[in-house]
Every structure is written in C-alpha cells, then in structure tokens.
C-alpha cells in the first residue's frame, strides 16, 4: 500500500466557498449601502459591484508556479478604469476583490478541514460506532519484512474486536526512541470518505506504540490495554514465527 496525501473532504471545501462568497456579498452590500448616497444614477450598480469583486478574485494557475496568478484582479483594474460613472465606488469594489484574493492564499480549506476531522484523532480515520453487518473492513497483517502474515475481516469477531479498540488510541508526541517496528496492518475500510478508505499503522512488537502515515506527515499514538490485549493473542504469534 502506497502512503497517499489525503484530499480534503467535501464538508471543507463547500465551507470555504460558502465563507468565500458570504464575505463577497457582505462586501459588496456594505459597499453599495455606503455609496449609495454620493453615487451617480447608474443603472445595475449593485450588479456591477458584486461583478468587479468576482472578477478580481478569480484565479489562473500554472503548474510550475507555487502561488495562483491574479489575472482577474488585473481584467478587472483594466475595465474599472475605462469606467467613465462611479469610478470610485467600482475601485473600492476591484480593491477589496484584490484584498479577498489575497485571503483566498491563505489555508482556510485545509485549517476548516483540520477542525472537523483532526489529524492527530485516530476517530477522524476510523468508525467511532463499527456495524460489521453494515461496514465492511480487511486488514492485511505484514511482518518487518513486509511478508504477509494473516488476512482478518469484519467476519471475524477478534478483528471487529481490534478495530474498536484501534479507535480508543491516544495520541503521543512521538514514539520512545527505542521504538522498533515490528509488524503493520493495512486496513481497508468501506468509509463514506475515500480518503480514508486505505490506511497503514506500524506497531512495535508489543501493539503499544504506533505511527500513522496520512500522507503528509506521522501521527504517533498509544494504544489501549484492551488493544495490546487483542495483539497479544491475535498478531504477537505471528512475531514469534518469524523470530
């Protein structure tokens, strides 16, 4: 299994063009209550308004190029000043626009996304409530020599037993420094976020201490008693054979 960066999930990315837009229209309205009283008589002002504040922050990437260029701020520059009526208002409205596009640089998905599933949460991987008859799962147990060892499914109590306990893991700093890798799981998971539909955790011989590779960056955690119970019986044999 090939450790994969993980999307962002959908929740995120529609509460950041939901906040993206909100404060486009909260913009544009407070512009437009301001002005209102110096403007001159134009016709779909307000219109005109929300148009230049779209136009600005609109994006054109280029694969080779860390940041997105602001092409539309500079289409927008380029007929607001060709505007002959309420040149001003419109550039306070491309200025602004120019203003969102720099807040849109910052990592709002990723940051909205961190606060509803958090990395360092092993529930945000994994079903707090599993229903074997519902959620399908496979682990696939691999030696330090990446041999497969055993396959184990929601069929099998032990295992829905292990993934339970799997999800009452505390995150740690990191692993003690003696930490040794022993053996892996890597889980395969029916989740309705694809994302984390594949996952690769790396226990030490005794199934106390693990690390998580999301992709981006290793989570360490510890597990539970009831956890390296289950290994004991169900995984630490495997160890043994291949000593």
């Not at 544009?28 to 779209?54: D, M, N």
């Not at 074997?132 to 696939?140: H, L, W």
């Not at 069929?155 to 893991?169: I, R």
Request: charged share 20%; proline share 5%; hydrophobic share 45%.
């Amino acid at each position: 299994m090939e450790p994969h960066a993980l999307a962002f999930s959908s929740e995120s990315i529609r509460l950041t063009y939901l906040i993206d837009f909100g404060l486009m229209f909260i913009i544009a309205i407070t512009l437009w209550l301001r002005s209102i009283k110096q403007a001159q008589p134009e016709q779909f002002l307000f219109l005109k308004i929300v148009g230049y504040l779209f136009l600005s922050v609109f994006t054109f990437h280029i694969q080779s190029l860390p940041l997105p260029l602001p092409l539309g701020f500079i289409v927008a520059y380029l007929l607001m000043s060709k505007a002959v009526t309420n040149r001003s208002i419109k550039q306070k409205a491309v200025l602004l626009g120019g203003a969102l596009f720099l807040f849109n640089l910052l990592p709002l998905t990723q940051q909205i996304d961190q606060l509803l599933y958090p990395r360092d949460q092993m529930s945000s991987y994994l079903h707090k409530q599993l229903e074997p008859s519902n959620t399908g799962f496979s682990m696939t147990i691999l030696d330090s020599h990446n041999q497969i060892r055993d396959s184990l499914s929601e069929k099998d109590a032990d295992a829905v037993k292990l993934y339970a306990a799997l999800v009452e893991s505390k995150r740690i700093a990191a692993v003690p420094s003696t930490w040794q890798p022993a053996v892996s799981i890597e889980l395969r998971q029916e989740h309705e976020q694809e994302r984390f539909r594949e996952l690769q955790f790396i226990w030490d011989e005794q199934g106390r201490y693990l690390t998580l590779f999301n992709g981006e960056t290793t989570y360490s955690f510890e597990s539970s008693e009831a956890f390296r119970a289950i290994f004991k019986q169900k995984i630490k044999p495997y160890l043994s054979a291949e000593l």
